[in-house]
């Protein structure tokens, strides 16, 4: 029997974005193992391994998640080492070397380098090091914005290069709500008709920089008294987050709603996605609003601007330019017919991103055969 391992950081990393493939995988016949930090169970997976990954990868924690991959790998005997991220896929690839059988081929999904630009020169240049030196241990990269495509090929990384259009998302649960389901979906969540309702479903981290949102809001709550802001997911600044809001007498416009089943409902019954993020992969939190029919307000940098189009799906502007971001918002909130004009577009651009189509894509670079 064919045999895959699949490394991510989190439990919940597969759960967000692998659970299609897993089910794919092991209809085709294949014994799929995963590694992440949690003990969640998987339906359809064979072997659930517990591996405390960290975001800082020189701690003692990394260490022994490397020595525990290389046991793994060793008496797993598979066939691809999927690994995700870069940290646990910088992990992976070193623990496979001289541990894996030798047709085993490791493929390596970034999701979003280490280094981008506007990033700090010292660390651009050590994660760019890292990253072409364990691309000689890797069979193909597979890259999701132009930007990390690009830079792979400009640094000469080893193995096969790839750029995908990210995982995929699940069009028909991120379907674009009437006037009459949006209205219901607002009564039953407590809000008005008439709100203008803005969203950001991320993790609360300085990369998403949601202080930002928060500083927008402060001049948008001056000139439009029904605006409300959902910050859906938690994260390690909420309290920070919670304090600030609190400080600038904000409670009434933002809410923490911290993590949430119900993010489709709460797309549906928005008007605005507003990203404020410094660097992305390839989002798929944007992906889900445009699939919804949200136009997107968002910062320029990578991953974005694989997405958005300036004026036609959405706006981008430079981070922390809090005023333009402001103003793209009162735009679209005042001119409906810009506003329809970029909802029709968006449901459009997301079309190409359902999971069925992203996934042959990956069934083929793994050389699974696509029936």
């Given at each position: 029997m064919n045999k895959i391992l699949i490394v991510s950081n989190l439990d919940g990393f597969h759960k967000n974005f692998h659970l299609p493939y897993i089910k794919e995988l092991h209809m085709r016949g294949w014994q799929v193992d995963l590694a992440s930090r949690g003990d969640s169970e998987f339906e359809f997976v064979n072997n659930k391994f517990n591996i405390c990954f960290t975001r800082k990868p020189f701690s003692l924690s990394n260490l022994k998640a490397l020595f525990s991959l290389r046991e793994i790998i060793k008496r797993g005997d598979y066939s691809i080492i999927?690994?995700?991220?870069?940290?646990p896929g910088a992990i992976s690839r070193i623990a496979a070397i001289g541990t894996?059988?030798?047709?085993?081929?490791?493929?390596?999904?970034?999701?979003?380098?280490?280094?981008?630009?506007?990033?700090?020169?010292?660390?651009?240049?050590?994660?760019?090091?890292?990253?072409?030196?364990?691309?000689?241990?890797?069979?193909?990269?597979?890259?999701?914005?132009?930007?990390?495509?690009?830079?792979?090929?400009?640094?000469?990384?080893?193995?096969?290069i790839v750029n995908v259009n990210g995982v995929g998302i699940v069009l028909d649960k991120f379907r674009p709500a009437d006037r009459a389901e949006k209205l219901a979906l607002r009564v039953k969540k407590g809000y008005s008709e008439n709100d203008l309702i803005l969203i950001y479903p991320a993790e609360l981290t300085q990369r998403k920089n949601q202080i930002m949102l928060i500083d927008v809001m402060e001049v948008l709550t001056k000139e439009i008294n029904n605006v409300k802001l959902l910050l859906v997911?938690?994260?390690?600044?909420?309290?920070?987050?919670?304090?600030?809001?609190?400080?600038?007498?904000?409670?009434?416009y933002i809410e923490l709603l911290g993590f949430r089943e119900d993010v489709?409902?709460?797309?549906?019954?928005?008007?605005?996605?507003?990203?404020?993020?410094?660097?992305?992969?390839?989002?798929?939190?944007?992906?889900?609003?445009?699939?919804?029919?949200?136009?997107?307000v968002a910062t320029r940098a990578r991953g974005h601007e694989d997405l958005i189009v300036h004026g036609e799906n959405g706006f981008v502007f430079e981070r922390d330019d809090i005023k333009t971001a402001a103003e793209y918002i009162r735009n679209l909130y005042e001119n409906q017919e810009l506003y329809d004009k970029l909802r029709k577009n968006t449901i459009e651009s997301a079309q190409k991103y359902d999971v069925k189509d992203v996934m042959s894509e990956y069934l083929e670079l793994l050389d699974i055969k696509v029936l």
């Open positions: 999927f690994c995700n991220t870069p940290i894996k059988n030798k047709h085993a081929k490791v493929i390596y999904s970034a999701h979003g380098y280490s280094f981008y630009s506007g990033g700090s020169l010292f660390w651009n240049t050590f994660y760019r090091f890292v990253e072409k030196a364990l691309s000689y241990f890797t069979d193909t990269i597979i890259t999701m914005n132009r930007e990390d495509y690009d830079n792979s090929l400009k640094y000469k990384f080893h193995g096969r997911g938690s994260g390690i600044l909420e309290e920070t987050y919670k304090e600030e809001i609190k400080k600038r007498k904000l409670d009434n489709p409902d709460l797309l549906k019954m928005s008007d605005m996605l507003i990203a404020s993020s410094l660097t992305e992969g390839l989002p798929i939190n944007v992906i889900e609003a445009m699939a919804t029919g949200l136009p997107v």
